[in-house]
């Protein structure tokens, strides 16, 4: 199956441990990732190697619903995790000091199926929403920690 990838960064003005820390809680994504509806059965409640969650997105109108598990977690510099089931995926922030702010980095390294291609007409045009995507994320991270 093809791959992709959709990478943003951005400086947001707090510390990088606020931004971490908010990343870092699975059930506040719901808040930032567009299409992120519902994520549940989190075990343990602290972000770990080995935690796990339940899943569901709306992309671009398939709904995908899968389990998740955190592959790296080292605070406050990078949070990742796996899409094991629904759509395998693999989304790691990074985080570094830039003064007393954050540099975030989101990078999501993702499986192409495709049926979902041939619904934009070319994988050009769904790599393209996809990094659309990864920008409005980072912004919305931006906006809520800086308000």
Avoid at 45 to 56: D, H, I, R, V
Avoid at 65 to 93: A, D, L, M
Avoid at 125 to 145: C, G, H, P
């Amino acid at each position: 199956m093809p791959t992709g990838k959709a990478t943003h960064s951005a400086t947001i003005s707090v510390p990088p441990q606020r931004v971490y820390d908010f990343i870092a809680e699975a059930p506040r994504a719901t808040s930032f990732i567009p299409g992120l509806s519902r994520i549940h059965n989190v075990r343990p409640a602290t972000a770990q190697p080995g935690q796990t969650w339940e899943y569901e997105f709306d992309w671009f109108g398939l709904v995908v619903s899968g389990n998740s598990k955190c592959t790296r977690s080292e605070s406050p510099k990078v949070f990742e995790f796996q899409t094991i089931t629904g759509n395998p995926s693999t989304w790691t922030y990074k985080i570094e000091p830039s003064g007393a702010n954050a540099q975030v980095t989101l990078d999501v390294q993702y499986e192409i199926p495709g049926n979902v291609v041939a619904r934009f007409a070319s994988q050009p045009v769904f790599e393209k929403m996809n990094q659309d995507r990864a920008r409005e994320i980072i912004s919305n991270l931006k906006t809520m920690l800086e308000s």
